[in-house]
């Protein structure tokens, strides 16, 4: 990849660090900067990302309530390649505080590219979307398949995407959509499936197998995601959108603590507990990921079980840490 300057819009996230990673070891960057809305967050969550590396930066702006400081951070930095991960995007509370996901996930992201047109510095702009705006599906979705969201979070995103789509359609505004499965990855916060079962392996509490588990998910670890967006940065023609997810069939959540138990040496019985299913829980989410292969040449490469494996070292290591954090989700500015 040619040398460049990136910038990663939620970069506080675990998503974002990670992607921040792969771009510091295999891009040959001139800079990478990652933007976030609140303070850089703790060692188990930022993995030390850009540790005496004078390619990195981290900066504090709400891409909501700040817009003039984003954009007078852009133009300063200039980056090549922008990378949206900002976003809020946990589905069940979105019917309470349904706004604040507007606000972010479509109002922020109409006004970011719009003032972006006007950049002669940006070469791309990467938005990352959800496997979640096609609903349920019982085979493998395609871009091109209906959209189907069932959440207020799944509409704004979708309608994000169609925004990004009408102003490439018409304007040309240099960009492309990626839309991966259920990701994963260590330094991921502990309300999410994977880090909680790990969490709760560690501590002895009892994770609440929502609807008895049965809902069906793809899960891609977040290097694979990074991967791909930077082999679309490359090699992708503007304008299109991908899905990212991995190959096979999906599993349900009941199988995938069961295979984090295993992992750890314990039962499903030993993590888990019943519970009532979450609101509005789609019950299969699959991805067809054929166009990135096709395009691009990206292909999934580390397997569930080497993941887990990750997330569970990742939760030893950090078991003192994180035995005390919350696990569930926490509303922020």
């Not at 510091?24 to 060692?43: D, F, H, Q």
């Not at 188990?44 to 891409?63: C, E, K, M, S, W």
């Not at 079962?197 to 994770?207: D, F, M, S």
């Not at 984090?260 to 314990?266: C, E, S, T, V, Y």
């Amino acid at each position: 990849m040619k040398p460049r300057n990136y910038a990663i819009l939620g970069g506080n996230g675990v998503f974002g660090i990670h992607n921040a990673l792969w771009l510091l070891a295999n891009a040959n960057p001139r800079k990478v900067i990652c933007v976030g809305r609140n303070p850089e967050k703790p060692e188990p969550f930022t993995l030390n990302v850009g540790r005496d590396d004078p390619r990195y930066a981290y900066h504090q702006v709400h891409i909501v309530f700040e817009h003039d400081r984003l954009m007078e951070l852009l133009d300063a930095e200039r980056p090549d390649i922008i990378i949206n991960y900002a976003a809020i995007a946990e589905p069940a509370l979105s019917f309470k505080r349904t706004a604040r996901y507007y606000d972010t996930n479509v109002t922020a992201v109409a006004r970011l590219c719009e003032d972006l047109m006007a950049r002669t510095y940006l070469e791309r702009f990467i938005h990352i979307g959800t496997s979640e705006l096609y609903g349920s599906v019982d085979r493998p979705a395609r871009e091109d398949a209906p959209l189907k969201p069932t959440s207020p979070y799944a509409v704004s995103k979708a309608a994000g995407d169609l925004h990004l789509m009408a102003i490439y359609n018409t304007l040309k505004f240099p960009m492309n959509i990626i839309r991966p499965s259920n990701a994963y990855a260590p330094g991921q916060l502990l309300y999410r499936i994977m880090p909680k079962a790990v969490i709760c392996g560690l501590t002895g509490h009892k994770l609440p197998l929502e609807g008895g588990g049965k809902a069906r998910k793809s899960y891609v670890h977040a290097r694979d995601i990074a991967e791909a967006i930077g082999r679309v940065i490359d090699k992708a023609p503007f304008g299109k959108t991908y899905n990212v997810g991995p190959v096979g069939d999906p599993i349900s959540i009941r199988e995938l603590v069961t295979k984090i138990a295993a992992a750890m040496g314990l039962t499903l019985e030993q993590i888990c507990e019943e519970a009532p299913d979450r609101l509005a829980q789609d019950s299969q989410y699959w991805l067809d990921s054929s166009a990135i292969e096709r395009d691009v040449g990206w292909r999934q490469t580390i397997t569930l079980e080497q993941g887990i494996d990750e997330m569970v070292a990742w939760g030893r290591r950090y078991h003192d840490f994180l035995k005390t954090y919350s696990r569930e989700y926490i509303w922020r500015a």
